[in-house]
Each structure stands twice: as structure tokens, then as C-alpha cells.
């Protein structure tokens, strides 16, 4: 909040000394890496010395003049060519550090609703690491959405019809010797969703290699659209289909309950959008926005410079892209978002941007309103891949249990928390869209950037408070900060900013970058300055409490524990 406070102040001097409407473009305010240039740095001369043709060190002068009038500034120098260095008093660093939580909530001028859909797992399939991550992310991404103000509705959606159900209805059948649902549950025993898994592996390879079993799985797919047109819940296909779907829900349910998200205000399955995605592309069809093609229905999106998809197949059964038609239209019509968000894979941005294209032509609205965050590939250390058509997908309970078992390796012997913050905080600390290479020993370690590292920080500074006893009774800051204080303040001073920054781009891997050098800054402040006892103990046990404070924050905002003992 420094820098943009600063940012603003100086272009209210600039219009207030030349008479000019200037906006913020090109000025950056940013942190002096050395006390000795200030705490705050600024190019706002450089800037609007190109936009008043007058000499840049001259308007610096003149701003600094005017900056120095500020009760909150303590120094104002020019530097170089004009640059701009501003000290702050301390009571000023103070007040912009002091508290975390709630105390840095980003307030909007008004309250929008965002919709945000994440995590997508398909009943029949593992949820794998991919879907894990974008559990994970897709939580912090709400959080930051809240945190400035805004009300979230969190949106799960899943494809419980489709061929990968007919591929795992195939394996269920064959291991079932026929259409006996009276031998699932002896058949599955207790890993029910690696039951699934394996079944639908079995499917896919059957799909591509037996032509007799591709007709039955082709068969298979329009039999288990039927049962909700029809509202099936009795045949034996029918009770197969619809208690192994509930095996699948349960499974998703227990693993969101074990990684400590916020719960999903709505899971939306795909045979709940279907009617309408296939109601919309035919009306559509009829206005030339679709258009028939072998018996096919298609949008050419050539002619917006992408690709052509497929929405309705050559048997009359809608495709992915038909049924994200019927989703968006859902959304708009029961919630009328003011945003909303997808976090999906990079492999899905061309054929999301071709569907938003398509819907654009006759529902523009919801489709200017909607914006795709895209993540790249989530592999394990050695370069492994997913793929559960191949059946040797790396589920989610696989990182999981590679967090767990490299910390039993080190003797640490984690304990959920401690896992969780592993894995959430692995996945976040790389920016969205980049390809997460997870490996399980970095992740896990108590030493270098690492969740359970920062864990271990924030019960440090708690146990330091302890030992200290009851606080001082004061707000305010009473003795004047030294030098090695006045940099961990800094350092704290900054996290409003980080936290504006990071709910404006919705990328928590800049929080990441702030805690752990935040974390790195406090041990140096620690190991070179006596608290307890030494005659400066109030002042820096208000520090302490503001970098605990700060820290328990930022690990929140990532969804991870912050507990006060380890």
C-alpha cells in the first residue's frame, strides 16, 4: 500500500504544479534494497520529464520539495538524474507493518461476484496430480479474490457422461463377468476409487485395440446418456453406473476434506448442463452460428483466426465443447456473475478460446466476462507424466504419499499439516501457467523455500513470544527504530503491496516469494539482536509480533496451517 500511496501522491503534485491530467503509466514506486537510498525509490521525474519536455532533475526537486511537506516523510533526497529516495519516519514504517489478517483485507469500491471453477475431477477417472494442483491453486486463487473484497462462489464441474464413463463401464462390466451390480462392492473392496481407476484403464485400452469392444463402448456411451433421459435407476447398467458415480463423489469429497480447501458452493456434473448445451446448438445451428458437416455439427473458427471444433458427433451426442456451451449459459443464467474464472490446463486454452468464440456470437456478455487461468503440466521428479488412459496415472494420493514418505526418509516423520504445506506450498511458489516439476525431498525440508520451512518459522516467532510473557500495552511505536530493526519494518511494511499485487493478478506465487524472504529477513534481524533482556525489548517485541502476524497471513491466503508449535 506504500507504493501505490506514493504513486498517487506524486501524480497529485504533478497535476497541482503543472496543470496536467497525468495517470500512473510508466512510474514505478518500488522498495529500496539498501537503507542508506530511503524505503522508498521512485522514476516519476524520468517519467514526466518526457511528458512536459522539461528537465528531469529539475521536477524531482520540485516534487521533493513538496513530498518533504508529508508528516509521514522523514527525508526526501534526489539522486542521479533525478530519481527520487524517500525516507519514511518510523512511525510511519510502524503503522504500514504493524498487524496482519485482517488488517490488510483490500476493500473494492464495490463487492463483485466472482465465480471460480476448479479442480473438474470426471467421476470413473483418478483424480490425478493435475486436478490436484488445480484444487490447490484454484483455493488460493478464491482466497485472493476474497481478500479484496469480492464475494466468491466456488464451482466444481465434472463429466459424469461421456466416453470415458463408457470406457469405465466396459472394465466394470468385464470384471464383473456381465451387468451384476450385486458383485461390486466385493468386487472393488476398500480402495473403491483405485478400483475405478483401474477399470476405465482397461476400457481405454480395449477402446484403441478391440474393434469389438470399441462398438460395445460406442454403444456403452449412448446407453448411459439414456438413463438420465430416461431417469434409469433401476436396470442393472443403471445401478452399476450410478453407484459406481457416488464411489467417485465420495472419494472427491474425503480427499477436498483432506486437503484443508474451502468447501465447493456447487458441484455441477455434465449431464446437468447437456439439455441445455444441446437445446442451444441446435437453435444456434438454425442461425448459422453452427453448421453441419458428415452429419456432424461444427463452428468453423477459421474465420476468427482459430481452429474448427466438433459440438454435436455424427450419432447425435454432444461433445465437451457443446456441453462448456451449456455450462457458461447455466452459469449466466443462475448466477449473472460479474466474473468469472476457469483454471484449467494450458493443453485446453485453444479449445476453450474456440467455445467462448462460438458463444460470443449470439451471448457476448458472459463471454466478456469470463477469463481462463491456465497451468502447465504437473510432473514428478524425472520428468514423468500423467496419462490414466494408460493406467499409470500419478494420482493426487501419490503426491501425497511421496511428501509423506520423503519426510519418513529425512526421520521428520510429518504430520498432515506439515504434508499439505509441502505440496500446496511446492505447487503455488511457481507462477501459473509454467509447467510444476514436484519433487517430494525439496518440498518437504525444513531448511530452503519450502512450506514446512515457513511452518517452522512462524512457530519460532511464537515460541519466542511466549517465552517473552504478556505484551507491552502499546500501539504505538515509542523508541525511535535502529538500523538493523528498521530493515526487518521495511520488509514488513512491504506486504500490503505484495498483497494488493497479488489479488489484482490472482498469482499466489509472488506471496511465496515475499514469506520466505520475509522469513529470510527476520533470521538475520534474530541472530545478530538480543529480544529478550535487552533494554530494546519492547520495540522488538512488537517486530516479532508484526513478522508473525505477517507471516500466519500470507500462509493463509495460500491455504496453508500456520501453527504455533511444530
Known amino acids: ?30 522498495f529500496a534494497a539498501d537503507p542508506a537510498f530511503g524505503d522508498l525509490a521512485c522514476n516519476a521525474a524520468l517519467v514526466l520529464a518526457r511528458r512536459l519536455g522539461k528537465a528531469p532533475r529539475d521536477l524531482a526537486e520540485a516534487l521533493a520539495e513538496r513530498l518533504r511537506q508529508r508528516p509521514e516523510v522523514a527525508k526526501v533526497e534526489v539522486a542521479g538524474p533525478g530519481f527520487i529516495n ?11 507493518a504493524r498487524g496482519g489478517g485482517q488488517a490488510r483485507v483490500v476493500r473494492s469500491s464495490r463487492s463483485q461476484k466472482v465465480l471460480v471453477e476448479y479442480s473438474d475431477p470426471n467421476p470413473f477417472k483418478p483424480l490425478h496430480a493435475g486436478h490436484l494442483y488445480t484444487t490447490l491453486v484454484g483455493d488460493m486463487v478464491s482466497r485472493l479474490i476474497e481478500r479484496r473484497g469480492d464475494e466468491v462462489i466456488r464451482l466444481n464441474y465434472g463429466g459424469d457422461v461421456g466416453l ?13 463377468g456381465g451387468e451384476h451390480p450385486d458383485k461390486l462392492e466385493a468386487a472393488a473392496g476398500d480402495d473403491r476409487a483405485g478400483w475405478l481407476g483401474a477399470r476405465y484403464a482397461e476400457g481405454s485400452a480395449a477402446d484403441e485395440d478391440d474393434p469389438e469392444a470399441h462398438k460395445t463402448i460406442i454403444a456403452y456411451n449412448q446407453r448411459v446418456y439414456r438413463l438420465h433421459e430416461t431417469n434409469d435407476h433401476e436396470s442393472p447398467f443403471a445401478q452399476i453406473y450410478w453407484t459406481g458415480r457416488q464411489w467417485s463423489y ?17 458441484f455441477i456434473p455434465e449431464s446437468e448442463v447437456t439439455p441445455l448445451a444441446v437445446k442451444t446448438v441446435q437453435e444456434q445451428l438454425k442461425q448459422g452460428v453452427y453448421e453441419r458437416s458428415d452429419g456432424a455439427v461444427i463452428f468453423r473458427g477459421e474465420a476468427y483466426g482459430l481452429h474448427t471444433r466438433v459440438f454435436i458427433n455424427s450419432v447425435g451426442l454432444p461433445t465437451y465443447d457443446a ?28 479449445y476453450y478460446e474456440v467455445m467462448l468464440k462460438s458463444v460470443e456470437q449470439f451471448e457476448p456478455e458472459p463471454v466478456r466476462r469470463s477469463r481462463h487461468l491456465s497451468h502447465g503440466m504437473v510432473k514428478l521428479t524425472g520428468g514423468r507424466k500423467m496419462s490414466s488412459r494408460k493406467g499409470n496415472v500419478v494420482t493426487a494420493m501419490d503426491i501425497l504419499a511421496a511428501a509423506r514418505e520423503a519426510g519418513e526418509a529425512t526421520g521428520t516423520h510429518p504430520n498432515s499439516d506439515t504434508i499439505l504445506a509441502a505440496v ?32 517452522y518459522a512462524h512457530a519460532r516467532a511464537r515460541s519466542i513470544l511466549a517465552k517473552l510473557g504478556r505484551p507491552a500495552q502499546a500501539n504505538e511505536l515509542v523508541q525511535p527504530l535502529d538500523e538493523a530493526e528498521r530493515r526487518l519494518m521495511a520488509k514488513l511494511a512491504a506486504y500490503g503491496d505484495v498483497v494488493i ?21 527476520f533470521n538475520r534481524f534474530y541472530e545478530r539482536n538480543r529480544v529478550a533482556g535487552d533494554e530494546r525489548e519492547a520495540v522488538r517485541r512488537q517486530l516479532v509480533e508484526a513478522y508473525a502476524d505477517v507471516l500466519r497471513d500470507g500462509l493463509t491466503l495460500l491455504g496453508i496451517a500456520a501453527p504455533d508449535r511444530l
Open 164 to 176: 470415458h464413463v463408457a470406457r469405465a463401464m466396459w472394465g466394470i462390466i468385464q470384471a464383473l
Open 86 to 96: 524517500v525516507f519514511l519516519t518510523d512511525g510511519a514504517l510502524y503503522r504500514a
Open 323 to 350: 456441453k462448456d456451451v451449456g455450462l457458461i449459459l447455466m452459469k449466466w443464467r443462475d448466477y449473472h456473475f460479474d466474473e468469472s474464472i476457469v483454471i484449467t490446463a494450458n493443453e485446453q486454452s485453444q
Open 1 to 30: 500500500m506504500l507504493r501505490q500511496t506514493l504513486s498517487k501522491q506524486i501524480i497529485t503534485l504533478a497535476q497541482e504544479l503543472w496543470g496536467q491530467e497525468l495517470d500512473t503509466g510508466g512510474i514505478e514506486v518500488s
Open 424 to 455: 500446496k506450498y511446492a505447487f503455488a511458489k511457481v507462477r501459473i501457467g509454467g509447467d510444476i516439476v514436484y519433487d517430494p525431498k525439496e518440498s518437504i525440508a525444513l531448511e530452503g523455500n519450502s512450506g514446512p520451512y515457513l511452518q
Open 250 to 266: 465420495d472419494y472427491f469429497k474425503q480427499l477436498y476434506t483432506e486437503l484443508q480447501v474451502k468447501a465447493f458452493d456447487r
Open 501 to 521: 499485487e497479488a489479488t489484482e493478478t490472482l498469482l499466489p506465487h509472488g506471496i511465496c516469494t515475499y514469506v520466505y524472504e520475509l522469513a529470510q529477513t
